[in-house]
């Protein structure tokens, strides 16, 4: 079983629309949880944390729930520059603080 | 914020010959930094956490004699494919964490390499 897991898509979405991506993880022991961005051949981007308590930036929602070790985020009015793969991450226990990606959910925004 | 320099940003070599990645962290001192691989539409792979005055630690499945990875300052890492092949041909991604200041981890920009 794959540390985190991720539905890899793709979304096709018209603008404007809502779209919710979500990841599981398989260590209960992990410590922090993020959700990046990646656009095609760049390096990944950190989009938002994400905290128990859900936190909210602009368009962009994220959930976690460690009881069920589940990871969401929900995306509002999509924008065509939205259109990117969405990385789910956990930072696992241990010394060094890896960070452990999930494959990626692409998400495509049309016009 | 916290900026990590990488090069170089893509390189072409002949199977066989070793290819030399930098990451530089610009405005912090990195102790700790993470070697990442990515094949085409696929996540990014941990190979190693690469630790300033000490040998790099590998994940499993990695070769350490085939990526050798140096990490001789507080600012400087550098991994070399060796006798590359072109099963080698990746995305390579190093990232950094200034523990100083708690900034998330920052990522360089990548090597794309290609193996002929």
């Known amino acids: 079983r794959k540390e985190v897991e991720q539905d890899p898509g793709p979304f096709n979405v018209p603008e404007g629309a809502t779209v919710a991506f979500n990841c599981t993880y398989s260590?209960?022991?992990?410590?922090?949880f993020f959700w990046y961005r990646q656009d095609c051949r760049k390096e990944p981007k950190l989009l938002m944390s994400v905290y128990s308590s859900g936190n909210e930036d602009g368009r962009f929602t994220a959930q976690l729930n460690r009881a069920s070790q589940y990871i969401s985020l929900l995306i509002r009015d999509s924008k065509l520059s939205d259109s990117a793969t969405y990385l789910c991450?956990?930072?696992?226990?241990?010394?060094?603080?890896?960070?452990?990606f999930g494959a990626g959910t692409r998400l495509a925004v049309h016009p | 914020g916290a900026v990590v320099s990488q090069h170089p940003s893509w390189v072409i070599c002949k199977s066989g010959t070793s290819v030399k990645i930098e990451c530089r962290s610009l405005d912090f001192q990195a102790t700790t930094m993470f070697w990442y691989r990515q094949f085409p539409k696929q996540s990014l792979m941990l190979m190693a956490t690469?630790?300033?005055?000490?040998?790099?630690?590998?994940e499993q499945g990695v070769e350490k004699d085939k990526f050798l990875i140096n990490h001789a300052s507080l600012t400087l890492s550098t991994l070399t494919v060796t006798s590359a092949h072109p099963e080698d041909s990746s995305f390579y991604i190093c990232?950094?964490?200034?523990?100083?200041?708690?900034?998330?981890?920052?990522f360089g920009s990548g090597t794309r390499l290609t193996v002929v």
């Open positions: 991450v956990v930072n696992n226990a241990g010394g060094y603080n890896k960070l452990i």
């Open positions: 990232s950094a964490r200034d523990m100083a200041t708690n900034y998330g981890y920052t």
């Open positions: 260590n209960s022991a992990s410590q922090s």
């Open positions: 690469s630790n300033e005055g000490s040998k790099a630690t590998y």
